[in-house]
């Protein structure tokens, strides 16, 4: 099992602990350093900062929201990174949900998310491999574009830039059964948000077909610390946030996914808390067991235990969200 640096998103502005961990992280011998984007800085950038201070990790978008780019748009930063870095780009996508597509980017709310998803990667397939003019029928991302409100005279295109990499590695962010299903057959890996490695048949049916080499590189927080309650808190703000906030009471994917888990009396207190603006009783509310089995807190000898059984498991790259050099340092160790 490969380990990879999750470094998430910006919250009130940039963190300059993000460059010298994705440093040590290198250093370390850590596979790949990861960033993100919600509705604040975007995922491309600080990447290529990381980028430009180190020389052989691997950089990775967990996620790159399809709603914020058009898929060409996304390829021509995807291959101009991959030139840049010499071959070290990954590109992971998600949907995000209706509340962020429709309040931030101002754009429908794919109704058939697994067409959308799958035209999205077929367009930067296209371009990646550039093997001729991009050209896709599609419902969500027709090109060239055909619409009564067009000029019909777009031109089909391919790259002026040629791709460093025609098979640059896709990864998707899914959720649901059917888009985790579908991932296996149209991309290169997976990113879960939340895995349990206790409960394996909650993605066993989804990840079947899933060919030989296909990645799953789920993220999880690392903290090394002495009282397991403690080191729990930021696990569980994040969860009390994500199912809470990160959608709407109807549809919200992440609690869908905590209830699917077998928590789905407490995913729907969670939601009901956060609502009501009850936010710390939300973060309260979040059991200890859900946060404790999706993460690796505590001493480095109880981190130490629970590693053996993701390393078990089908995951091939933990993505560790560890806030410290000192837990990348344990976490190297322990997995080596």
């Given at each position: ?64 929201q ?22 070290r ?5 998600g ?73 640059l ?23 879960p ?64 996914l ?31 067991a ?38 990348l ?8």
């Amino acid at each position: 099992m490969r380990l990879g640096l999750a470094l998430g998103y910006w919250g009130r502005g940039p963190d300059d602990r993000h460059v010298p961990l994705a440093q040590e992280a290198e250093r370390l011998g850590y596979d790949s350093v990861w960033t993100a984007e919600s509705w604040g800085s975007d995922v491309f950038t600080p990447l290529t900062w990381i980028a430009a201070r180190t020389s052989t990790i691997k950089l990775g978008t967990a996620v790159a929201q399809m709603a914020a780019r058009s898929p060409t748009t996304t390829a021509m930063h995807a291959l101009t990174l991959d030139h840049l870095s010499g071959g070290r780009m990954m590109l992971g996508l998600g949907l995000s949900g209706p509340q962020v597509v429709e309040g931030w980017y101002g754009r429908p709310f794919p109704k058939s998310p697994l067409t959308a998803t799958r035209e999205y990667v077929e367009v930067v397939r296209q371009v990646l491999r550039r093997e001729g003019p991009v050209e896709v029928d599609g419902r969500f991302h027709p090109l060239p574009y055909r619409g009564p409100d067009g000029t019909g005279l777009g031109k089909a295109l391919k790259p002026i830039t040629h791709p460093l990499r025609a098979e640059l590695p896709v990864l998707l962010g899914a959720e649901g059964p059917k888009n985790v299903a579908q991932t296996t057959r149209i991309a290169d890996g997976w990113l879960p948000l939340y895995w349990s490695p206790t409960r394996p048949e909650v993605y066993e049916a989804s990840l079947a077909d899933a060919p030989e080499g296909f990645l799953i590189a789920p993220m999880a927080q690392v903290r090394v610390c002495d009282d397991v309650a403690e080191g729990l808190l930021p696990v569980k703000t994040m969860l009390g946030f994500y199912i809470g906030g990160m959608g709407h009471a109807a549809r919200n994917f992440h609690a869908d996914l905590m209830a699917r888990m077998g928590y789905e009396d407490e995913a729907r207190r969670i939601q009901r808390l956060f609502l009501e603006g009850r936010r710390e009783e939300a973060v309260l509310a979040v059991p200890d067991a859900f946060a404790d089995e999706i993460s690796l807190v505590g001493p480095r000898e109880r981190i130490a235990e629970r590693l053996e059984s993701w390393r078990k498991g089908p995951v091939t790259d933990l993505l560790a969200l560890a806030p410290d050099p000192h837990t990348l340092r344990v976490l190297a160790d322990l997995n080596a």
